[in-house]
Structure formats: C-alpha cells, structure tokens
C-alpha cells in the first residue's frame, strides 16, 4: 500500500491504521479489498471525511495507491510540509510526518 500526502494546515492531526486491506482513518473504517487489480475508486465514492485527496487506485500487480491530505499544524517541520510517500507492508498504527513541534520559547530575560 502506497499512500502519497498532501499536506494541508488543519486544526487536528490525523491518525492512520492499516489492517489488512482496511484503512482507519481517523477511527472511520474503509475497506478496499473490493477494487480489484487495475481499477480506481473515484474520490466521489468514497466517504466525505475531508482527507482524501484523489482517488485509490489498485495497479494490476495489486498494490494500492492511495491519496489523503496530511493535516499540520503552526510550527510544523520541513519533513511534514514536504513528505515524501508511505509504502506500508504492515498491519497497525501507520507513522506519519509530526503535526507540529512546540513554538520555541522566548527568552525572557536576554543578556
């Protein structure tokens, strides 16, 4: 499975599970295992929760391509405005580039 993000400033961080041919995003299920080899689910057919970014679209060796938005936030890294593809081969918890990292601090009292 090969998920390519586009990143976009949003309020909340997204979470991402793999289980088998399921994708949880954000604790809503999608199962995928009906696109068969050489097809594509349109965007307009899969469920409005605001991260999908292009349509899925199954190769014919089988591997699935797939477009979400990437939320970040204020303060955050080079590697999450620019990330570079996810290709996941395991079930569970998929890592995503960090949302935001915290402001960094002034210093009050400058010598």
Same mark, same amino acid.
């Given at each position: 499975?090969?998920?390519?993000?586009?990143?976009?400033?949003?309020? #909340?961080?997204?979470?991402?599970?793999?289980?088998?041919?399921?994708?949880?995003?954000?604790?809503?299920?999608?199962? &995928?295992?009906?696109?068969?080899?050489? $097809?594509?689910?349109?965007?307009?057919?899969? *469920?409005?929760?605001?991260?999908? $970014?292009?349509?899925?679209?199954?190769?014919? #060796?089988?591997?699935?391509?797939?477009?979400?938005? &990437?939320?970040?936030?204020?303060? #955050?890294?080079?590697?999450?405005?620019?990330?570079? *593809?996810?290709?996941?081969? $395991?079930?569970?918890?998929?890592?995503? *580039?960090?949302?935001?990292?915290?402001?960094?601090?002034?210093?009050?009292?400058? #010598?």
């Amino acid at each position: 499975m090969k998920i390519i993000l586009k990143p976009q400033r949003k309020a #909340a961080p997204m979470t991402l599970e793999k289980q088998g041919e399921k994708l949880i995003i954000n604790g809503e299920e999608l199962d &995928l295992s009906g696109i068969p080899n050489g $097809a594509t689910l349109e965007k307009r057919h899969l *469920p409005d929760i605001g991260l999908f $970014a292009g349509d899925i679209e199954r190769d014919n #060796a089988g591997e699935l391509t797939i477009r979400l938005i &990437l939320p970040f936030g204020k303060n #955050a890294p080079h590697e999450t405005r620019f990330p570079e *593809p996810i290709t996941v081969t $395991a079930d569970g918890p998929v890592t995503l *580039p960090v949302y935001g990292t915290p402001p960094e601090e002034e210093d009050d009292n400058p #010598a």
